[in-house]
């Protein structure tokens, strides 16, 4: 079987389309290098900007910054400011993000479940791409 381009999509069946368009969809809001970290991270509580930072050594303010307003844009999170001096911004997930939680739990319970199946076929497959 051929791997058909995205452009090529309307070639499978209505019903496979539309699972793939809706998964699709579901992925989307989950790109970005740093994006599963803050859902996961902020399914433990509210958190404010600063410890967001601490709790992902290795990220930029500047990348987190984007991320975060990548969420929040998408519904999965929000940003209240509080009138306090100095301001004081906290970020918590809305429950569409909790929602969100569930489909990384099923994922993350899958990874589980095969990650030795996973792990034996990727050592398999050079040796038998040369065969």
């Known amino acids: 079987m051929s791997v058909l381009a995205p452009t090529d999509i309307r070639r499978l069946p ?3 389309r539309e699972l793939i368009e809706r998964a699709g969809a579901g992925l989307d809001s989950l790109r970005g290098k740093w994006t599963l970290h803050l859902i996961v991270i902020l399914a433990r509580g509210v958190r404010r900007h600063s410890r967001l930072l601490d ?3 290795g990220v930029s303010k500047k990348v987190m910054t984007e991320c975060l307003r990548n969420l929040e844009r998408d519904g999965l999170v929000e940003r209240r400011i509080f009138a306090e001096v100095p301001a004081r911004v906290e970020y918590t997930l809305t429950p ?3 929602s969100m939680t569930e489909a990384i739990m099923a994922l993350a319970e899958w990874g589980e479940a095969n990650s030795e199946a996973v792990s034996q076929a990727r050592q398999r497959y050079p040796s038998e791409r040369a065969a």
């Open 96 to 98: 569409l993000g909790w």
């Open 14 to 16: 209505a019903a496979d």
């Open 55 to 57: 709790c992902l050594p």
